[in-house]
Structure formats: C-alpha cells, structure tokens
C-alpha cells in the first residue's frame, strides 16, 4: 500500500482497518460478551426486543457530532462510550450476555438493578445514554435535542409499561449513565486535549502544517486509556519505508503516484472521495460513518436489542482503541502530507483534491 494514501477505491483493509481488527480481536471474541446468567428474573426477557430506538440515539450521536464539527478522535471516544452504555444498560435483561465490567480497562462494576423489581429495558437506555451524551458534548443545543429524543421515547414506552416501571427505569438508567461518565473521566482525555504541543522540526520527514496557522490534531490521543488493548502500541505497525528525495526511491515515487492519481481523477474516484472524506462539521466524523453502517445491519439483519447493542459496542470500543493506536503511531513517526513533499521536491504547483487533514500522514 503507498505510504501516502489509502487508493481511491473501495477498500476496507487499510492499514487502520486493520488496527481495528487488531482492537476487536482483544475482545477475545463475541464470546466475551456472552455468558450464561439468565435475564433480570422479574423482568421481561428484552434480547429480542426492538432496537429502533437505539439506532436512534446513535444517529442523534452522529448528528451531534456533526454539528458541533468534533475532531475525528474525539468523535471516535463519544460514539465508545455510547455504544457501550446502551449495551450496559439493557445487559441485565438480555438472556446469554454479560457485562463489559471488568473486561474493558478499569471499566468499573455498573450499579446493579433490584432483582425482585421490574425494569423497561429501553426506558433504561433512553435514560442512561441521555446522561452520557449530555456528559460528553456539553452545550444547550445538543442538551435540547436529547430532551426530544428522551422525553419522546419515554412517552412510548409509557403507553406499554405503568408509570412506576418507568420511573424506576429512569432511576436505574441515570445511575448507569453517571457510572459511565465517571469512567470517561479518567480516560486522561482532558490531559490530552488541553496540553500545549510543538511540532518536531529535528527530521526532513517531519510533518508540516497543511494550512496556515492552523493547529495539529490530538497529538497527545496516542495516551488516552484504550479500551480493550493492553497498550497504544499493541497493534504498532512500523514504517518500513525510508524517505528519499531521490527520484527512484519507493518514498519518491509513491509520492509520485499520489500526484499522478490526482491529477487525473475519474467521476467515480471523485465521488468516492467525496463519500469518505469525513470532514469534521461536514459529516459525522469517520467513526460516525462506520457507526451508521452498522446502523444499516439493524434491519437488515432483523436484529434484536441484544445482537444490536451488542454490535454497536463492538464497533464502537474498536474504532475507539484504533484511533488511539493509529494516533500513537502518528505523532511517534511524524511523518509529512504528500502535498508537502510534492510541492518541495516533485511540482511546487500541485494541489490535492480534497484538503489534506492537520495530522500526520502515517498510517494512512
């Protein structure tokens, strides 16, 4: 693969693709989710339940995200933790599934619901998830748009379960959601975000800023707890390309191949770049798009709430823990944007087709 950049075509194993898998595998599988424990014995059995409702919080996460033009790492962290809090919070009533507690890093046991009492599921979610958004994207216009989500799926599952079931629900819903928020809390995320970063200048490989004054992206997400991998270097994949000026080098000529693709992109190739680009405040972000993809195996699939939620917080720990590494790695081995060895070394003029992101090029 070019060092540079991923081939406009649709490929899914690219080289952060793979750090995702890598972060997936560190579930040990589905089966880490699973066990053998019954549903909460006086509620109903909710695996098989409707999961509309949690495709829409996902979608309203996404949504969010979008509007308020949150950074690609960032974005991957928000949809984490609200996956798995919609899996925590049903988790006592899926038959077969286990908590994360205990198998993410330094997850912390989620309060237990009353054993003898009856619990709605979703109204247990819709709580829980609503306290973590709120928590993670602190502003009165996404405060409000999760009041309408909450309080509208909260109005339908109070015409299927009485009101003490709901108020109960809610109750238990708010203590998972303070429980996560707690978590996130100690992820060493407001370290990172707040500390003051100067770009390397000691190696002719160096990474450039790609737009004037602006500001590098996360240097420090590289330091974030993970979430299933023992370390942010775990999955480390090493460049083995050396940089070279030299017009027959594997660097140069990569470069070079960036530069030719493109000057002489196709219709397609342009609309596929302009599917996938991501962004921040045009889309999602790319976890986003990812999340929304598994949004789209919902009923394609017919899944229940147990096999969705299930999905969505394996999807969501593994973009997480993949920005993570993917960050590390960048800003170890800061590596330049082809645009700026094009410009210095092949032709000053060139300019890529979309706006070369404020990150390091490697890995791609």
């Not at 969010?64 to 928000?78: D, E, F, H, Y």
């Not at 890093?105 to 709605?120: E, G, K, L, Q």
Request: charged content about 15%; overall charge neutral.
């Amino acid at each position: 693969m070019n060092l540079f950049s991923k081939k406009i075509s649709v490929r899914l194993f690219t080289r952060s693709a793979m750090i995702a898998l890598c972060a997936v595998l560190m579930l040990n599988s589905t089966a880490a989710l699973r066990a053998t424990a019954a549903p909460q014995a006086a509620s109903p059995d909710a695996t098989n339940m409707d999961a509309t409702f949690v495709s829409d919080w996902i979608q309203l996460t996404h949504d969010r995200i979008q509007s308020k033009t949150v950074s690609a790492p960032a974005a991957s962290r928000a949809y984490a933790y609200t996956s798995v809090t919609l899996y925590e919070a049903v988790v006592p009533g899926l038959a077969g599934y286990a908590s994360l507690s205990s198998q993410l890093t330094s997850m912390p046991t989620m309060p237990a619901p009353d054993i003898s009492a009856v619990y709605d599921w979703p109204t247990v979610a819709n709580a829980a998830v609503s306290t973590v958004i709120n928590g993670l994207i602190a502003d009165a216009d996404t405060h409000t748009a999760v009041a309408a989500l909450h309080d509208k799926q909260l109005a339908d599952r109070a015409k299927a379960v009485s009101t003490d079931v709901t108020d109960r629900s809610e109750k238990q819903g708010v203590l998972v959601g303070q429980a996560m928020l707690d978590w996130a809390g100690k992820d060493g995320y407001t370290e990172a975000h707040s500390k003051a970063y100067t770009m390397p200048t000691d190696q002719v490989w160096d990474y450039v800023a790609t737009v004037t004054g602006g500001k590098v992206v996360e240097p420090y997400w590289g330091t974030l707890r993970p979430f299933t991998l023992k370390s942010a270097t775990q999955c480390d994949m090493k460049r083995n390309i050396d940089y070279s000026t030299d017009s027959k080098s594997t660097f140069y000529l990569q470069a070079k191949e960036v530069e030719t693709v493109g000057d002489n992109l196709t219709v397609e190739q342009k609309a596929i770049a302009d599917f996938w680009v991501d962004t921040p405040g045009l889309t999602g972000a790319p976890s986003g798009h990812w999340m929304l993809i598994a949004t789209q195996m919902v009923p394609l699939l017919k899944l229940g709430l147990g096999r969705a939620v299930e999905m969505y917080a394996m999807v969501g720990v593994a973009l997480a823990d993949s920005f993570i590494a993917c960050w590390q790695m960048k800003y170890t081995d800061p590596v330049l944007r082809p645009e700026t060895f094009i410009r210095a070394h092949i032709r000053a003029t060139w300019k890529p087709y979309i706006q070369s992101p404020m990150f390091p090029t490697y890995p791609s």
